[in-house]
């Protein structure tokens, strides 16, 4: 029992850290219909940022907010510089475009910063806590408790804010959009920002618990992208489910049958959901009449 | 209102209106007819700002519009109901109308939404359902209920009689006649020309990129030379 509890806790832990990815997949997915596979780049540069400001001397949060509005900013510039001037293009291309994006901020990353492994200190402490005979750190309560704030937020914002409907409006329609008078390259804009600053923040939030390097984007996109398509891609309530189910299946193979196997095991699954359900556990069939 | 001077617009290197003048005075019903391809609904993307004009110019209540990006365009009153409807297909019939007044946020947003409702009954029925499972008949009403929560007083109306049974057009074509009544002014492009020419006042006959007639719509009607080419009589 309190082995299982154990492997549910890195498990959810592991889960938040993909659906905070799948959840920037989410936003820039609806705005724009691109799956921005640079979104791993975020949550490295968000660790990565905030290790080399804190080494510098600034306090932990200062640091922080500076790694989320810096790679913010960075999400705007590939919009500016590599998404906007490529408008038109077939998806499929600027889905191609933001890969070269990632490799690009992976090289830049290792030479502005360095190629180890770097971490900071947890943000309250490292005494673990012990539950009916398992540990959970502290800092994975700060990881599953991000997470859960930002989906909330985020589910707010979507469904209940005019600007939240805009973003779906110029995804479902832009030239519809331009019409009512939305700006939609100030939605596009804005929808970079925020998918970046949330693989930001999920970087900061599991430095401490997984450490960070130039290159540990790439697995978390992958990972991240496989739980936005597991629960639906394009659904916020599919993004989060998505990650948290696919860090439970990570743990739980890892736990019970053998580390080795928890990558295949976990897509093995997802294989199978979008087998029998192609639209993922949330997703809507779209059924237009014209 | 609106007065359109020399416009000239190209699809990469191929022009498609040589030179458009046309006037549309405060108050009336202005048609533009014409057959598929004529550049009817290309003039209509150059005034919403979302085709780019080569040279010409759109002068609306007075101000230069031609260099206003698209999304301006409706606070200075000019919205459109455009080609194809292009309602938002996945989001519901009431979002539909709440984003046709994304400009604004006060009471008087559910009063419109109200006005929408009591125009076309169906889509109160409808509210909630997805815009995208409408009948084609329901989503040009949408379109042109969205149009008009953006509160303007000139509405471009681009072949809102385009597929839809005979029964539902002159629906559609009595809800334009009343817009007058609201104080809104419409710029109708039609292929339908004699459902058009029935309830304007005036009338422009489009062929390929040039205006080639203009008049009263009640000349144009009894013109032979359109009775021939556009009404099939």
Redesign the interface.
Known sequence: MSELLQFVFSGMTVGAVYALVALGFTIIFNASGVVNFAQGEFVMLGGMITVFAHASGLPLPLAALIAVAVTAAVGVALNRLAIEPARGAPVVSLIIITIGASIFIRGASQLVFDKQIHSFPAFSGDDPIHVLGATILTQSLWVIGGAIAIFVGLWLFFTKT?LG??V??TS??R??????????KFVMTLSFALSAAIGALGGVLVTPITLTSYDVGLALALKGFAAAMLGGMGNPKGAFVGGLLLGLLEALTAGYLSSQYKDAAAFIIILAVLFFMPQGLFG?K????? | MLTVEGLRSRYGRIEVLHGIDLHVDSGEIVTVVGANGAGKTTLLRCLSGVQPVSSGTITFRGEAMTTVPAHRRLARGLAQSPEGRQIFTNLSVEENLRLGAFLYSDERVGKDMEDAFQMFPILREKRNLAAGGLSGGQQQMLAMARALMGRPSCLLLDEPSMGLAPIIVAQIFDVVKSLKALGVTVLLVEQNAFGALKIADRGYVMETGQITMQGPAAELIADPRIREAYLGI
């Open positions: 005019l409907r805009a779906l409006a479902n329609n030239l519809a959009a331009q019409l009512v008078g939305i700006n939609t809507r779209s059924t237009d009449r014209v």
